[in-house]
T-cell receptor, first 117, second 110 residues
Framework: GAVVSQHPSRVICKSGTSVKIECRSL??????MFWYRQFPKQSLMLMAT?????????EQGVEKDKFLINHASLTLSTLTVTSAHPEDSSFYIC?????????????FGPGTRLLVL | KQEVTQIPAALSVPEGENLVLNCSFT??????LQWFRQDPGKGLTSLLL?????REQTSGRLNASLDKSSGRSTLYIAASQPGDSATYLC?????????FGKGTRLHILP
């Protein structure tokens, strides 16, 4: 089946630094990738939709200048949390959508746990 | 605005029992509904995907049903095992957006 990887799986950083999270589709091409955030005991919330070669579409309330998304190729999207603060500590999950007619086939990465001190 | 609700929020049952998890959604115009499993601190594992034209899907001890008109789905787990302990998330998709419920935390007692 389709596999999506994320790197790193866990990161601890100091407040004010920037953190980059990579999302890769390993065995398929994904024109669209999605970034979610999950706070403890909360549901996953969509942050942005990332399309290869174009600007990401951000959900309401998500700061595009703070959460920079780059979808440079059909297999890689990156999320950069700029000037991270403790309130950005969360679990970040990406998913990738298969091309073709299989509507609804989204595959999720294993997630990245970010802790900002 | 689509809202997804899962009941109960938490559930503890003895090993071997059959159980049902419930999911409801407010907007019936969906492409599909998906059930996921999430272990603590881990990512999501897709369990079952039901397209809007389907009424149910089965995989092993799991059976998921979909009643789109009433905005309801159930996940049935037969002969529960301790390894089934996890959080189960229901999610509906329309266009490119997936809306998740808050999940049901399931604990199977050995």
């Amino acid at each position: 089946g389709a596999v999506v990887s994320q790197h790193p799986s866990r990161v601890i950083c100091k407040s004010g630094t920037s953190v980059k999270i990579e999302c890769r589709s390993l065995d398929f091409q994904a024109t669209t990738m999605f970034w979610y955030r999950q706070f403890p005991k909360q549901s996953l919330m969509l942050m942005a939709t990332s399309n290869e070669g174009s600007k990401a579409t951000y959900e309401q309330g998500v700061e595009k200048d703070k959460f920079l998304i780059n979808h440079a190729s059909l297999t890689l999207s990156t999320l950069t949390v700029t000037s991270a603060h403790p309130e950005d500590s969360s679990f970040y999950i990406c998913s990738a959508a298969l091309d073709g007619p299989r509507i609804g086939a989204q595959y999720f990465g294993p997630g990245t746990r970010l802790l900002v001190l | 605005k689509q809202e997804v609700t899962q009941i109960p929020a938490a559930l503890s049952v003895p090993e071997g029992e059959n159980l049902v998890l419930n999911c409801s959604f407010t907007d019936s115009a969906i492409y599909n509904l998906q059930w996921f499993r999430q272990d603590p601190g881990k990512g999501l594992t897709s369990l079952l995907l039901i397209q809007s034209s389907q009424r149910e899907q089965t995989s092993g001890r799991l059976n998921a049903s979909l009643d789109k008109s009433s905005g309801r789905s159930t996940l049935y787990i037969a002969a529960s095992q301790p390894g089934d302990s996890a959080t189960y998330l229901c999610a509906v998709r329309r266009d490119d957006k997936i809306i998740f419920g808050k999940g049901t935390r399931l604990h199977i007692l050995p």
